[in-house]
């Protein structure tokens, strides 16, 4: 049963530091979504990415947030720096494009962040 | 951009009896419509998903039903059982892909489903 895995599934943070976020799709899922999830604003949208061109990262602050493919396997989201607003759970979803279709999307076990 | 709206925030309904959990749409371009559940702590999953061209989809005790022109969606689930508590999301995303004209999801807020025994 392939699964999108995360890592790491916890990370406490001080104010300021960097943190990294790795997201490993299922293997042949030609694009990777990464989404936050919070109390205030639920389940929102922050970047993905189509055979590991960034199309879209217009939900992501771009003055601290950053998000990368260095290849097929792994999918990266960074920020620098942290702030305790960036307090939340970051699930990285991937799904397979096949003809002109989007296939489903599966979520990995999220990142829970907390930044103090 | 899309938006999606949910409702009810929060659903309680009896062991057995029938819960129905309603989402609106803005994007008339918007044509794949998933409903994921999320129990606490753990990943959204996706439990049924319905196609624009498709008016109405069944899996077992779950069914959703799509009204295109009043751009709403809904979810049943019959027979409810104490395992359907969880959180319930709705989604709607255009999967239409021409070189890159596919979306992420835009999610509802979610309702909270509570199975009282």
């Known amino acids: 049963d392939a699964r999108v895995t995360q890592t790491p599934r916890d990370k406490v943070t001080e104010m300021g530091q960097e943190v990294t976020m790795r997201c490993q799709p299922i293997l042949g899922h030609n694009t990777v979504f990464w989404y936050r999830q919070t109390m205030m604003q639920g389940l929102e949208l922050l970047a993905y990415f189509r055979n590991r061109a960034p199309l879209d990262d217009s939900g992501m602050p771009k003055d601290r947030f950053s998000a990368e493919m260095p290849d097929a396997t792994l999918a990266t989201l960074k920020i620098q720096p942290s702030e305790p607003r960036d307090s939340a759970v970051y699930f990285c979803a991937s799904g397979l494009v096949t003809g002109d279709y989007q296939e489903t999307q599966y979520f990995g076990p999220g990142t829970r962040l907390l930044v103090l | 951009g899309e938006n999606v709206e949910q409702h009810p925030s929060t659903l309680s309904v009896q062991e057995g009896d029938s819960a129905v959990i309603k989402c609106t749409y803005s994007?008339?371009?918007?044509?794949?419509f998933p409903w994921y559940k999320q129990e606490l702590g753990k990943r959204p999953q996706l439990i049924i998903d319905?196609?624009?061209?498709?008016g109405e989809k069944k899996d077992q005790r779950i069914a959703v039903t799509l009204n295109k022109t009043a751009k709403h969606f809904s979810l049943h689930i019959t027979e409810t059982q104490p395992e359907d508590s969880a959180v319930y999301f709705c989604a709607a995303s255009n999967l239409e892909y021409s070189g890159g004209g596919a979306d992420g999801l835009t999610f509802g807020k979610g309702t909270h489903l509570i199975i009282q025994p």
């Open positions: 994007d008339s371009a918007s044509n794949y």
């Open positions: 319905i196609r624009s061209n498709v």
